[in-house]
């Protein structure tokens, strides 16, 4: 089980591999949901858009079925996996923190 205080103490114990580790974990769902929604979903139909030729859509229906519809709807399923995206990090981050500690080894003692 976890909650906002265990990951604070994570923050503050691994700093930078925390944030890192969050980050890139969220870019990669977010990537996901948007290679997802653009493949396989008909978004009128999910959000429940009905057809009305004479009709001229709102705003929301223009945002939601307009250029970059895929993106706000990965983003928004994205936000709604934070639940999820959260306790993953916190469990990723102290092996993050390792590689980045390693990596930065190496690359000091190559630069000497």
Not at 15 to 23: D, E, I, K, P, Q
Not at 45 to 63: M, N, T, W, Y
């Amino acid at each position: 089980m976890w909650d906002l205080a265990r990951a604070k103490q994570v923050l503050k114990t691994y700093g930078r591999a925390g944030a890192v580790t969050y980050l890139g974990l969220s870019s990669m769902v977010t990537t996901g949901f948007y290679i997802a929604i653009k493949n396989n979903v008909d978004v009128k139909k999910l959000v429940g858009i009905k057809d009305e030729p004479d009709a001229e859509p709102s705003r929301f229906q223009k945002l939601l079925l307009g250029p970059g519809s895929h993106v706000l709807l990965a983003v928004m399923c994205s936000k709604a996996m934070i639940p999820v995206k959260l306790p993953v990090a916190v469990a990723l981050t102290p092996y993050v923190h390792r590689l980045e500690k390693r990596l930065l080894q190496r690359i000091a003692a190559f630069r000497e």
